[in-house]
């Protein structure tokens, strides 16, 4: 049990486009869904916390209007980069969790993006 | 401002050899978690401590919550090829929720 999904998986994009990636919960309620950015050999760096049905509270340093981000149900959020550009490229991964404290967040596998 | 550092960076063993990895912070938890991700994939959990003091035990892999709840170390004994990967210890903070801070990242290979 416990599993989360993401998609795509890689997806390659122009400049100035938009990009959505999705985060599901494919057998339990998410309450709360995370929004992570990886870099090459680098750790997670938190980008924002969903609440289902409630704005994203977002991390100092992240543009809430670049990285827009919905929870509208209890099984997705979707993460849409607007406006990619290059340096945009980074491993974006998601995680769930029924929220509160001490409970386990479930990593999803990651999308890849690239911006040429 | 990282709130975790982890010790190495980097580390490149011979199999069989024992390993530890060590997770600091002046920072106090409430739980601290490890995880070890491959490339191209997200990290998996191998395990959670919550007490100050405790230690888990997963088959090679040993893990030590300090007494402060401050700092923990993952001990690896006979490393293994299949233990190649990047570690990370992720601490939530105490009235955080389940937020998680990630730890700098320790990038393991253990070769033949």
């Known amino acids: 049990g416990a599993v989360v999904s993401q998609h795509p998986s890689r997806v390659i994009c122009k400049s100035g486009t938009s990009v959505k990636i999705e985060c599901r919960s494919l057998d339990f309620q998410a309450t709360t869904m995370f929004w992570y950015r990886q870099f090459p050999k680098q750790s997670l760096m938190l980008m924002a916390t969903?609440?289902?049905?409630?704005?994203?509270?977002?991390e100092q340093g992240v543009e809430k209007d670049k990285f827009l981000i919905n929870h509208a149900s209890l099984t997705l959020s979707t993460l849409t980069v607007t406006s990619a550009h290059p340096e945009d490229s980074s491993f974006y991964i998601c995680?769930?969790?029924?929220?509160?404290?001490?409970?386990?967040?479930?990593f999803g596998p990651g999308t890849r993006l690239t911006v040429t | 401002t990282q709130l975790l550092e982890q010790s190495p960076q980097f580390l490149s063993i011979q199999e069989g050899e024992n390993l530890t990895v060590y997770c600091n912070s002046s920072s106090v938890f409430s739980s601290l978690q490890w995880y070890r991700q491959e490339p191209g994939e997200g990290p998996v959990l191998l395990v959670t401590?919550?007490?100050?003091?405790e230690v888990k035990k997963l088959k090679r892999l040993t893990f030590q919550f300090g007494d402060a709840r401050k700092d923990s170390s993952l001990h690896i004994t006979a490393a293994q090829p299949g233990d190649t990967g990047l570690y990370l210890c992720a601490g939530a903070r105490p009235g955080g929720g389940n937020k998680l801070t990630f730890g700098t990242g320790t990038q393991l290979k253990v070769e033949l």
């Open positions: 401590v919550v007490t100050g003091g």
């Open positions: 969903s609440n289902e049905g409630s704005k994203a509270t977002y």
């Open positions: 995680s769930a969790s029924t929220g509160g404290d001490g409970v386990e967040q479930y």
